[in-house]
């Protein structure tokens, strides 16, 4: 019993001298006071010493892509820190080019707010707001993947470009204690300011995903910011081809959506991939975009399509479908949306049917 | 061990019973940041820092806490949580008293807190009997021998990095197979002296 008493004992009396001492050293060593930040030569705020800056500007309500939720590993949070940053962090260096190094541009989830600072934000980050919606909708386009229709609910307008994405914000639920954010490209038309759709496919273990699979529902609040982005509809006359697999129909949607609002007739061929029949959505869709787009073409393709199934469209991937479809010709643009090796190889098919690399635009995803 | 001189535990420390080497104690950090010289030297006086001051810190607790009660089945636990905490007060005191320091030497920290190297060490120290110097001395030889270990190491490593290595053995596979040659290597200073 002794022994006992005297081992709970010690044992208390070692950690909680550490974690007194920890918290002292927070208290005072890790205490930088105030600290002043001013960005683009024009805002300026004051923050608490010691954060990071990306989480500053959160607090501030200024919110830079981070797909990773600050954890270093995206690569997206991003800007100029003319002053004030100190040396490049090692941890840092894998996610700078050599034109980011000479613009001092830095990681802002890696760098902490020690000293006063005067950083650059590209101007439309500084558009991005968050914002407060209900889950209007949701509804199951496969077994895997959901649609969900979020109604702002804060009185804000949601200003975007067909193709941009925003950031969903997770709470802690049971089996995820932090809050996470993830990156999900809209799909519903920019002409909807009061809502947004998005389109998310369930990832076993994926944190957002299976929040919202597994215990997000209708009527529920969640918050998100935006929008984000170099990914859109381009003002262009040329023949366009679209790509998506899975849920990187979400953009492309949108894209449509963008075409039938402001009647843009160009030629235009959407290519879809999928593995079996089931895995196919939307397709309702499809057919009304064919029939009000008149120069529009929807490419369905399975890659595993069971034999029982009488599938009669076509098989193979995407990039087989499109060696079909497209011929060798200059002066066309493209749209791709999926994960890296589809893009990669998708890539790599259109530069041989001569479409030129600057006219190829993508939105990656791990 | 009351008998043996505090720089013969040192010098073999370094050399016949490196820790990495000898023990193979650390090797998850000895191979993922051995690829260049520069982030090598970073991380090893991280952890020869380390070890020394957690080997000290452990010395004073074993002895004058758990010994005197009769609690040295705690030790584990109790290293355990005294390096966490030593790590990260060094960390923050780095990172606020010394930021030069800290940009080349504190990014490694963290990483420190996980090395096998750094509780290996303090219950060697337990298990052999050591004074208090000869602990001094061989933390800190145990440091500097991970220091010379992954150095020698990153050197190797920028010099084969263009050599023509079978696919499936780039990376860990060649590191391991290295650190291997280079334990061989490390045998020829056994004869000199022996700490185990």
Known sequence: MNTILTTILIITGITTTLALLLTLANTYIADYGERKIRINKDKEFIVEGGNTLLSSLIENEIYLP???????SCGYCKCAINEGG??????????????????????????????????????DLLN??????????????????????????????IEFKAGQYVQLLAPPYPGSPDEVFRAYSIASSPNNKGYIDLIIGYVPDGLLTTYVHKHLSE???????????????????????????????????????????????????????????????????MTMFEKELPRFKFVPTLSRAPEESQWKGEEGRVTDAMMKFLEKKEGREAYLCGSA?????????????????????????? | MENVNPFVILFASIFTSNMILANFLGMCSFIAVSKEIKTSLGLGQAVTFVLTGTTIINYLVY????????????????????????????EMVVERYLPNLYYSLGIFLPLITVNCAILGVSLFMVIRDYTFIQSVAFG?????????????????????????????????????????????????????????
Not at chain 1, 259 to 273: A, E, V, Y
Not at chain 1, 341 to 366: C, G, H, Q, W
Not at chain 2, 82 to 88: C, E, G, K, L, P
Not at chain 2, 160 to 187: C, D
């Open chain 1, 66 to 72: 981070s797909a990773c939720g600050g954890k270093g």
């Open chain 1, 86 to 123: 100190g040396p490049v962090l090692p941890t840092e260096l894998s996610y700078l080019t050599e034109d980011d190094m000479k613009n001092n541009v830095r990681l802002s989830c890696q760098v902490k707010v020690k000293a006063d600072m005067e950083i650059q934000i590209a101007e």
């Open chain 1, 128 to 157: 991005v707001k968050q914002f407060e919606a209900i889950v209007e909708k949701t509804e199951d386009l496969t077994s895997t993947i959901k649609l969900l229709r979020l109604k702002i609910t804060d009185g804000q307008e």
């Open chain 1, 219 to 285: 009527g529920d609040e969640i918050l998100f910011n935006g929008p984000f982005g170099d990914f859109y509809l381009q003002d262009c006359e040329e023949d366009a081809i679209l790509v998506a697999v899975g849920t990187g129909m979400a953009p492309i949607r949108s894209i449509l959506f963008e075409m039938l609002n402001k009647k843009i007739d160009r030629n235009t061929i959407f290519f879809f991939g999928a593995k079996t029949p089931e895995d196919l959505f939307l397709l309702d869709e």
């Open chain 1, 341 to 366: 090796p589809m893009i990669d190889s998708t890539v790599k098919t259109l530069v041989e049917r001569a479409f030129a690399d600057n006219k190829i635009y993508y939105d990656k995803f791990d």
């Open chain 2, 63 to 90: 002895h004058h806490v758990l010994v005197p009660f009769g609690l040295e089945y705690l030790r584990f636990i109790v290293f355990i949580i005294t390096i966490a905490a030593f790590v990260q007060l060094v």
């Open chain 2, 140 to 196: 800190f030889g145990s440091g500097l021998g991970w220091l010379l270990a992954i150095l020698a190491m990153s050197g190797i490593r920028q010099k084969i990095k263009k050599a023509p290595i079978p696919k499936g053995l780039e990376g860990a596979g060649i590191t391991l197979f290295i650190t291997g040659l280079m334990a061989l290597a490390f045998i020829g200073f056994s004869g000199i002296v022996q700490i185990q």
